[in-house]
């Protein structure tokens, strides 16, 4: 399994799944496979494979522990990276075929509709991350500040679950499903928190017992 | 000893009629291009949707209308296969999937309420009712996509003037079928069945107000509505009831689905209006299918001349 993750062929082979989706998309597009509304089509897609990437690499952590695999580490960045790169596919629709690249209507939309100003919430909060991807602004920040930053992902993926529970008329299934998942990711780690804190406080007790002990 | 039965067949089972007919080219095909492009063709079908196979009846000699549009006309295929029809599913290619074996045989329509003739009325008697006209309207979606469709039927009027309303009258409500086996995906709907919706009596009264038997030429397809349903070209389609089976004329406002779902997005009149949002999105502009950039709406989805005179005095905002 190790020699598997962390072969560069196992890199390039998920690279090249992240892809699939657009690829289909492609594909489609030249088979007339896009139904009536194609710009809804591609819009809807793009936002839940966003969506999807987002939960996939928000499970890379849980994932890394509850099957002890660290290797999986290797391919956080590319999976985050490709939410935001189907994201900003999403958001190119909104712009154009909806908005005809309209910047001061779009700027109105965004302020009055909630269910547009909490997608581009989203949206903008990946950016940052996207940008700091690199192995050079780890460097930069710091280790502890660019996990820090990069913790934003958490307010991103619960960003579009609203996003779409909003947009939806009345069969909320699938954005419950989407929201369930990310519900299950969060709480995990609020839960591996919290029993850290608690662990964490009896330890500073003692030692600052331990501490007094010493100074009597 | 334990004798098996086969394995019914059912309708779903019968070849297509076309697909009979066409075998031997069928065949023909199939030799040309090959047994691998088959496979390919089997994985590919998974993503794209099938064609349905409809058993319309056509319709001749209609009467154009003067209510028609020259605007192009969207295929066939588009309004059929992208419409939302709940009671068969929310996503909008369900229709096309679910309602295909939705038996509409022995359909009857039951008029009542504040009438002097209440009476049902079958298909048959429905058809003959008045000429049948072909009425090319737009037609816009609430949720901001509109199309152009070649519909058929007469001024729902026509009725009207058949059952003699009484003076009490003042708003028609419409019931639409609802059965939980021939529709199951109708559970997750999300709004509750069986869909109702209604009309000032004025609003029905309007000549533009079509009671729908058809479209393209031919009989309604199920998943647009078969084999009965309205058209009110100026209100957004969800006002614009499918596969009728009730209509009571009656004195108070009627409840209307949509309206029970979130009152707050969709009120009894919902007319056309560029200028009134839905809470959660902008109706200043529509996508007419098979455009990529959207269009501005017109208020009452370009029907002001035939309509505006219904709200006068109203606060369009107020009664949304």
Known sequence: MRALLTSKWTKVAVFLLCLVPLGALIWRALHNG??????????????????????????????????????????????????????????????????SFDLAAIWKDVAK?????????????????????????????????????????????VAGVIHYYWKVKSDVRMPLFYGALVAILLLWRLWGWLSRRRSEVPAKLSSEGARADAAR | MLIRKAPELTYADVTPKSVYLDRRRFLRAMGIVGATAVT???????????????????????????????????SYEDVTHYNNFYEFGTDKSDPAKNAKNFNTSGWTVSVEGEVAKARKFTMDEILKLAPLEERIYRHRCVEAWSIVVPWIGFSFSSLIKLVEPTPKAQFVAFQSYYDSRQMPAGRWAGIEFPYVEGLRLDEAMNPLTLLCVGMYGE??????????????????????????????????????TWNLAASNEYGFYSNVNPGVDHPRWSQAKERRLGEIFKR?????????????????????????
Request: proline share 7%.
């Open chain 2, 296 to 320: 501005p709406t017109l208020m009452f989805n370009g029907y002001s001349d035939q309509v505006a005179s219904l709200y006068n005095g109203m606060d369009l905002k107020k009664n949304y």
């Open chain 1, 34 to 99: 896009l139904g009536a509304n194609p710009v809804e089509f591609i819009q809807l897609t793009t936002g839940r494979w966003t969506l999807r990437f987002l939960i996939i690499t928000l499970c890379i952590t849980p994932f890394r522990k509850l099957l002890n695999l660290p290797d999986l580490i290797r391919f956080r960045r590319a999976l985050g990276l490709f939410a935001f790169f189907y994201v900003c596919l999403h958001f190119l629709t909104y712009l154009g075929p909806d908005q």
């Open chain 2, 219 to 256: 009989s309604l397809p199920n998943q647009d509505g078969a084999p009965v349903r309205m058209v009110i070209p100026w209100k957004y389609g969800f006002k614009s009831i499918k596969s009728l089976v009730k209509i009571k004329f009656q004195q108070k406002m009627p409840p209307t």
């Open chain 2, 40 to 74: 390919a063709k089997g994985l590919f079908d998974l993503a794209l949707p099938p064609q349905v196979v409809s058993a319309a009846t056509k319709f001749t000699s209609l009467v154009n209308s003067p209510f028609s549009t020259s605007e192009k006309q969207n």
């Open chain 1, 113 to 157: 509709r909630p269910f547009i100003t909490v997608g581009f919430l989203g949206f903008l909060l990946l950016v940052p991350l996207a940008m700091t991807s690199t192995r050079g602004w780890i460097r930069r920040l710091g280790g502890k500040r660019w996990q820090m930053l990069h913790r934003a992902i958490y307010f991103a993926a």
